[in-house]
């Protein structure tokens, strides 16, 4: 079968990629074009665009390139009807995609929705839209599969991937990663300042600037694959800081606790056990619009999909140095961690087990039966 994949940042990348893998163990000759990044473009299939090429941040960021996704969108529905796929499977990124497949309903392709837009969080009448150029949703969050519910939408929770993701990597040496990329023997408290310019600019300049009030520990930044170590550079500038390039999960794996940027980093670090401080800050204009469209008390999945307040978040105006330090100083308290880690356990077991990417490649393949 001929599949033909849009997936949009890192995290749609490493979700793309292990659904690749499972497509491939159930189709040893399956064609896979895809819109992603390096993970799947390492599985195998063709690369046609590289997901940093529309990584914009924001409501005025992509206002600014506009112009620019618009051409992207029509480049992309020339390459699909040159393809011809048996299938297309979108990824999260509804801004593009929603685009793409009311074109590619109105064409007559098979369309399929997995990782489901944010439409709980906000502008819930994507859902009409979802039901009217979507066949299938496979949905990775427990409670999606209610909401879709109360539009009559009927989708399949197939787990969360990231389960997937850390469980099949291979646990890496400690002593040998340190020595690797000269991180000392001190505790590490690891930055994920996010992986777009816009969102590392805003967040690292603000985590930085704690080096010097926790000495005792070695603050490391998690390099994303799709930024130079040059850019991140020109933010270090003479701090104490250490760099690893995109090996975030191994970073994480030996880390004592993390400042982590809003989104799929704060689940991920939540799977490996280590307390973080949830941060995020947009530009004024993006703030102002989101607060008038976004309905959650959440920010951060950990606590979205807890319903409570798991993990401290620091949003706009009030992630300031002095509200990092005192968050950072509780999370690294004995008594903190230790219940935090019980709220993290009862966290993955309401995800659910491996086996996402796999449950959702044999879906898709049964539409085909």
């Not at 090996?247 to 880390?255: A, M, V």
Request: glycine share 6%; with cysteine; net charge positive.
């Amino acid at each position: 079968m001929k599949y033909y994949i849009i997936a949009g940042e890192a995290s749609g990348d490493l979700h793309g990629s292990n659904l690749m893998k499972a497509l491939y163990k159930q189709e040893d000759k399956a064609d896979i074009r895809f819109w992603g990044g390096d993970l799947m473009s390492t599985v195998g299939g063709t690369l046609v665009k590289h997901f940093k090429e529309r990584a914009f941040m924001g409501f005025v960021e992509v206002f600014m390139n506009l112009n620019k996704i618009l051409r992207m969108i029509s480049f992309c529905k020339k390459d699909i009807l040159n393809f011809q796929p048996d299938v297309l499977i979108f990824i999260d990124n509804s801004g593009f995609n929603l685009r793409v497949a009311k074109w590619a309903k109105s064409q007559g392709f098979r369309t399929t929705y997995y990782i489901s837009p944010q439409v709980w969080a906000s502008r819930a009448n994507r859902v009409e839209k979802i039901k009217k150029y979507i066949d299938e949703m496979y949905v990775i969050l427990p409670f999606e599969k209610e909401f879709y519910k109360k539009y009559n939408f009927d989708v399949k929770f197939v787990g969360h991937p990231l389960i997937d993701a850390i469980a099949d990597r291979k646990q890496v040496d400690e002593i040998k990663f340190r020595n690797e990329h000269q991180l000392g023997d001190k505790p590490i408290v690891a930055l994920l300042p996010g992986s777009r310019k816009q969102e590392i600019t805003k967040m690292l300049s603000v985590m930085i600037s704690l080096v010097d009030d926790f000495s005792d520990y070695q603050f490391v930044i998690a390099g994303a694959p799709s930024q130079n170590f040059s850019f991140y550079n020109t933010i270090i500038g003479s701090k104490n800081i250490c760099f690893v390039d995109n090996r975030t999960y191994d970073l994480l794996s030996i880390s004592h606790a993390a400042l982590v940027t809003s989104g799929t980093a704060t689940l991920e670090t939540a799977l490996f056990k280590v307390p973080q401080v949830v941060c995020y800050k947009a530009s004024l204009i993006s703030y102002q619009i989101a607060k008038r469209i976004i309905t959650l008390r959440f920010i951060s999945l950990v606590n979205l999909i807890m319903d409570k307040e798991v993990v401290k978040e620091l949003i706009q105006h009030d992630f300031t140095k002095k509200n990092l330090i005192k968050e950072l100083n509780i999370i690294l308290d004995v008594n903190y961690r230790a219940s935090l880690f019980e709220t993290y356990n009862e966290l993955e077991e309401i995800l659910g087990g491996k086996g996402a990417s796999e449950n959702t490649a044999l879906s898709i393949l049964s539409n085909f039966k």
